[in-house]
T-cell receptor, first 115, second 111 residues
């Protein structure tokens, strides 16, 4: 079945540690995104990528890094520079961005807790 | 003015009620509009796109008012299973930017 797979589903991290969240899609979508959601808040865009080897910062990119070496994969690294990393992280993909954007397909999310 | 604004609610309604949510957006150049549904602690899922002519899908009706820059979602004959958070989504201000999500409106349907 086609879809987006995020792992791990739950992750605990000690302060000062970097962690990498995995996101893989087999939908042949060009665009991929990372969002962060805090309780009672909407989704905020961290990074997005429209094509392999290219990505753009979203609204809250500080303390995060991404790579897009393959069309199927868009991993997110939460670095120790991120001051408040505890959140629900959602990866998504779509056929395009901006005016071309259609439906976003989301993974099930990764819950990161910093101890 | 925030890019996408929604009344957070919660909207508490009995089964069978009709409920409507509004959402305002700031960028008059926005072209794409959607309503997503998010269940508690789950990922958002597309509920419906919003077209200029309005569109209906069963008990759900979405409308777009470009002049006033708002979109609406009407749910008729509410079911317990409609309880969720409804996210208003608008495409970004510039070509090539990602979608912008509102904070969501929470609906609770009770028996």
């Amino acid at each position: 079945d086609g879809g987006i797979t995020q792992s791990p589903k739950y992750l605990f991290r000690k302060e000062g540690q970097n962690v990498t969240l995995s996101c893989e899609q087999n939908l042949n979508h060009d665009a991929m995104y990372w969002y962060r959601q805090d309780p009672g808040q909407g989704l905020r865009l961290i990074y997005y990528s429209q094509i392999v080897n290219d990505f753009q910062k979203g609204d809250i990119a500080e303390g995060y890094s991404v790579s897009r070496e393959k069309k199927e994969s868009f991993p997110l690294t939460v670095t120790s520079a991120q001051k408040n990393p505890t959140a629900f992280y959602l990866c998504a993909s779509s056929w395009g961005t901006g005016t071309l954007t259609g439906e976003l397909f989301f993974g099930e999310g990764s819950r990161l807790t910093v101890l | 003015r925030k890019e996408v604004e929604q009344d957070p609610g919660p909207f508490n309604v009995p089964e069978g009620a009709t409920v409507a949510f509004n959402c305002t957006y700031s960028n008059s150049a926005s072209q794409s509009f959607f309503w997503y549904r998010q269940d508690c602690r789950k990922e958002p899922k597309l509920l419906m796109s919003v077209y200029s002519s309005g569109n209906e899908d069963g008990r759900f009706t979405a409308q777009l008012n470009r002049a006033s820059q708002y979109i609406s979602l009407l749910i008729r004959d509410s079911k317990l299973s409609d309880s969720a958070t409804y996210l208003c989504v608008v495409n970004g201000a510039q070509a090539g930017t990602a979608l912008i999500f509102g904070k969501g409106t929470t609906l609770s349907v009770s028996s």
